[in-house]
């Protein structure tokens, strides 16, 4: 994929994830010139994953059409946990074995270029914040649901890194006390261990276990029900299949409702896998935002779905670069 | 009160309450130079409110040593809901009948002073962070806790107001989804609803009625039960105030760990009038939040009682027209 290339200057983004790199190059504009997609093969370790990580943004730069003298700097994602004053991965979760890795100067060593790091649900949300759904907000939360809930907050054009990097972490809020789910960090009660793809398939199992209702859940192989699948079955009818996603439109509410008492940011974003559910699973989260919310915010706070794609992280990386390293406001 | 007058400018701060209002003179480093506090009588409505709001300020700068010409502004601290931007209370809970009040150009009006108007519980994190327990912070979250729960942030030296001046009520963020304690506000589940004063009060006279346990607060008329009886009942070795005391501890570090994973600040500082519990509150929140939030921020944040007691409000107001009117770092 390649485009007529906007105005310079070019910006690197790599998105970089426990199974796919992906890399793109985005002008000035925030325009995507290339798109591209690696396996990271992490389990081979850092070094490996360090050259893919190059190999993948060269790649990305090759099909841009722009020279690489024309790249003003590039931009990581990365999933924590991580230092990003330090430009370091401490301890990541999802890639492991790369801990106590110094991955901002590593890879600008390999590519010759200044590189900034950004957590990787920060970066998706700058990104939409630059280029996606929430052009033109002044502030924004955005929840990217998958198999965890990542999460990034842009107040006034700036990334809430947090003082530990552990800012927008609000997939791990507590949402519940009492006989509180476990979530996949191990903690209980987490919004992540009600809503994000793997709690509602989890949902799902236990319903059809416990729940005689009649559901063509019950025709899949347990083993192969996905979020997807839920989420199909619901939109064609399926009547436990769309308690289960109206459940999880209400966790979902329950999080941007505490964010909207805490943040009261312009625009609350969902993005992810999950949002291929569609606009019923957005009209059931205004609806109990609006029911949930204090009156002033409840009316005032757009709630949307994301519009980026996967494109999200890489497009946020390059942004932030942009931020950082040209200081354009 | 008064001091010795320290570097100029000097400003009046006034924390505007359903029941009082304190107001004081602080010097340019903020050190008080007078504090007092008058009735608000709020029902006699915004007219004479507006009136009493003046008197204060005026009784506090002629308290203060300092002439009334040498001070630069005027800080007004006050519940909502209001809308910053504008200097209006809108619908104000707690002070009835002052809807829709362009209160802080009234109250210019009426001092001939340059003032800014700012939420109660934002204003006393913000002065806790000017020249209290969060001096020297770059960021921290406030919880003042008494009959609600109110709270402020104060990232890198400004007040996160949101965009709809709904930023930090975070006595109302989600913490429980099934089961749910009502809140004063009427909505289920909120923070507020289970480690206020109030919620205190309402737990320990659940207790009572069901758990047939002895205590020393079956001793009292349950219509005068307190928070601060039952911390006192609970550091005298009584049991069931005990386990209250524990539960509220565990409230409160489950809101301190869900704005750890959101703002992820320097500072966490708990305020007003239940902190008199003392060290044993501090210790089992602070025993709380290490085991339930992520190993960095648990390791890292600061869990710490705020230090300007019922000052807070009017020194941060004060500090915020500081802030706002000279444009001072």
Redesign the interface.
Known sequence: MSAVPGPSPFYLGIDLGGTNIKSGVVDDDGHVLSFLSLETEAELGPEAGLDHLAEAGRRAVAASGVSWDQIAGVGLGSPG?MDLGAGML?EPPNLPGWDNLPIRQLLSDRLKKATVLQNDGNAAAYGEYWTGAGKGA??LVMFTLGTGIGCG?V?DGLI???????????G????????ARRCS?G?YGHLEA?ASATALVKRALEALAEDPAPSRLRQLDPETITSRAIAEAAAAGDELAGRLMRDTA??LA?GA??????????LVLFGGGMINAGQSLLDAIRQDVRR?A?P??AA??RIEFASLGEEAGFVGAAGWARKVLSRTP
Chains 1, 2 share one sequence.
């Open positions: 946990t401490l002044h502030s907050i107040l809430l890194e947090g003082r530990h990097s552990h800012g927008a972490e609000c791990h809020i507590i949402v519940q006390m009492e006989n960090c903690a009600y209400h966790y329950v409702v505490s964010l909207m008492h805490t943040i009261d940011p312009d949930m204090f002033i915010p005032r706070t």
